[in-house]
């Protein structure tokens, strides 16, 4: 099966610092989801991104669909930005449409 | 619009004992979604519906396992004689899928239900 590969898996930052967290997968990908799952567990929705570049905030993502990676970007980090990000990819066509997660970046932001 | 809810948030159980969990989707979402997350891990397909058909089980979901959506609203998961090793967070997530089909169609999640079972 598909295999998702995100780096790295740990990142601890200083608050109003970047960071650029990558996703890489090993097939052709129908959907690209970014999330972020915060300390109660809860994964909010970042971007639906199967192809090109959005931007929503300080948080954008771009995703080579043709080269197989994604990359979310958080500009001027805060320490509200802790907790997992997950990327999930769907591989499935008609009937299917099941998500497989990446192994997760843990991002830290101290003040 | 409420986004999708699932009930209870915690739930500890002793070995052996059933457990149910309840999830209600986004209102006009046809698409529902089990996923399973342990502790350090991303998390795991389980099994999906369409309206009320169950269209896909992966093999996470033993026979202890049973899912059900009978209205084609909310839906149940039920865990029959718990193990330890079913401790885990329950996700549901919905979608709305239309047709002529696209390829794919963003999926919400709810809080999920963490199980720790003695």
């Known amino acids: 099966g598909i295999q998702v590969e995100q780096s790295p898996p740990d990142l601890i930052l200083q608050e109003g610092a970047n960071s650029t967290l990558r996703c890489n997968f090993s097939d052709s990908v129908n959907n690209l989801q970014w999330f972020h799952q915060n300390p109660w567990g809860q994964l909010i929705n970042l971007f639906y991104?199967?192809?090109g570049t959005k931007q929503n905030g300080r948080l954008s993502a771009t995703t080579v669909a043709t080269e197989r990676y994604s990359l979310l970007y958080i500009s001027s980090s805060q320490t509200t930005d802790s907790g997992v990000y997950f990327c999930a990819v769907d591989v499935g066509w008609w009937d299917t449409d099941k998500l497989i997660f990446g192994t997760g970046t843990r991002l830290q932001v101290f003040p | 619009d409420t986004g999708v809810s699932q009930d209870p948030r915690h739930k500890i159980t002793k070995r052996g004992q059933n457990v149910t969990f309840r999830c209600d989707p986004i209102?006009?979402?046809?698409?529902l979604y089990w996923y399973r997350q342990t502790l350090g891990q991303g998390p795991e397909f389980l099994t999906y519906f369409q309206n009320e058909a169950q269209l896909e089980k992966s093999r996470l979901l033993s026979d202890r396992f049973s899912a059900e959506r009978p209205k084609g609203s909310f839906s149940t998961l039920e865990i029959q004689r718990t193990e330890q090793g079913d401790s885990a967070m329950y996700l549901c997530?919905?979608?709305?899928?239309?047709?002529?089909?696209?390829?794919?169609?963003?999926?919400?999640f709810g809080p999920g239900t963490r199980l720790t079972v003695t």
């Open positions: 209102s006009e979402h046809n698409r």
């Open positions: 997530a919905s979608s709305l899928v239309s047709f002529p089909r696209r390829p794919s169609y963003e999926q919400y």
């Open positions: 991104i199967p192809s």
